[in-house]
């Protein structure tokens, strides 16, 4: 039990560490690069546990690893009684030119994808890369009538090579009623069919009738690189795909929070350490996205700030923006009180 639990920390404290330290890591670079003041980089929330000042920063760890963050001189409203940097000094956040300032704030979540990439590299370097198979052709499809047969691996489709379940599906849900040729690997020779995808009633995408599997396959370094940048870009157009049908009310929300976090990454632990990273890509990924939402207090909520602030030639004043960061704030901890209800929920129901 005590094993389980400390196992679960550490899993945890790495999971957060690898997107919470990417994303601060990556405000960091480019603040510096721009020529903003950084007072601090820390590891960590609460109780100062290791502190080394370098210049004009100092790089500390703190005792609770749940995050990580950069202070910038003059980044905050009202000013913070410790920062030394007027607002109109040129190493103030908000003296620099707003490209800077922008490019600063979209470094968080662009470091979080980078991170994806390397973490699903790494994995597709260690156990193979997924391949997408043909584990059934359904009778009466067009995929039986071009010949297409259980145990083909999907190599191209249209002329343009395919590695994943979900590249090949999106290429022939584009081309409903069009010819394709689809390229498949059989018994050591490639082979190359044409077929002319139906049209699906409800969706208007193309089918085929067939189902893929996704078993793995041992890959060149190479390869690797080339599925962990192809994973991260699907995953991320999945997840907006999602969102959006969301939104539209298509789909009923479901959004884990800390606790639903906390479940997958003790179950993933147990599976081993390329499961674990493996989770922690997905979560980079979800997390860079999260942030690009246009809410105050957010990434996505500061580039809308900076937005208006192009579009109007001045910025908010402090008013202005504290109400923004304070509406920020209340529809955040809705959505946060919403993810941990539906954690509880769905907790209570495997319970009972």
Do not use: C
């Not at 010949?147 to 083909?152: F, H, T, V």
């Not at 379940?165 to 584009?174: G, L, P, T």
Request: proline fraction near 6%.
């Amino acid at each position: 039990m005590v094993e389980t639990v400390v196992v679960t920390v550490v899993a945890f404290a790495f999971v957060f560490a690898t997107f919470a330290l990417s994303h601060e890591l990556g405000h960091f670079i480019v603040g510096k690069a721009a020529g903003v003041k950084v007072y601090e980089f820390a590891v960590g929330f609460g109780p100062l546990v290791w502190r080394r000042k370098r210049g004009e920063t100092a790089y500390s760890l703190r005792a609770l690893p749940l995050g990580a963050f950069v202070k910038f001189a003059g980044l905050d409203r009202p000013d913070d009684p410790q920062d030394d940097v007027d607002a109109s000094d040129p190493r103030s956040f908000r003296a620099k030119p707003l490209r800077w300032r922008i490019a600063t704030i979209l470094a968080g979540p662009f470091m979080n994808f980078v991170m994806a990439f390397l973490l699903f590299s790494v994995v597709f370097v260690a156990a193979g890369v997924p391949v997408a198979v043909v584990s059934e052709v359904y009778p009466g499809m067009p995929a039986q009538a071009a010949g297409l047969r259980a145990g083909d691996k999907v190599v191209a489709v249209g002329g343009t090579a395919t590695e994943t379940v979900a590249e090949v599906r999106d290429a022939i849900s584009a081309n409903p009623g069009k010819p394709i040729d689809i390229t498949v690997e059989r018994d050591g020779a490639r082979v190359t069919l044409q077929v002319t995808p139906s049209k699906d009633p409800e969706t208007g995408q193309g089918m085929i009738g067939v189902l893929l599997s996704e078993p793995w396959q041992r890959a060149s370094v190479f390869r690797a690189l080339r599925a962990g940048a192809t994973f991260t870009v699907d995953i991320s157009k999945g997840l907006l795909v999602m969102l959006g049908r969301m939104i539209t009310g298509r789909v009923k929300p479901e959004v884990a929070g800390p606790i639903g976090i906390a479940q997958a990454v003790s179950q993933t632990a147990r599976l081993g350490m390329v499961n674990l990273l493996y989770l922690a890509a997905l979560l980079n990924v979800n997390l860079g996205l999260l942030n690009l939402l246009p809410i105050p207090v957010l990434d996505g909520g500061w580039i809308v700030l900076l937005g208006i602030e192009a579009l109007r030639r001045r910025p908010l004043n402090e008013e202005q923006e504290a109400f923004a960061r304070m509406v920020g704030m209340a529809i955040l901890a809705l959505l946060i009180a919403f993810a941990t209800f539906s954690d509880i929920a769905r907790l209570g129901t495997r319970l009972g």
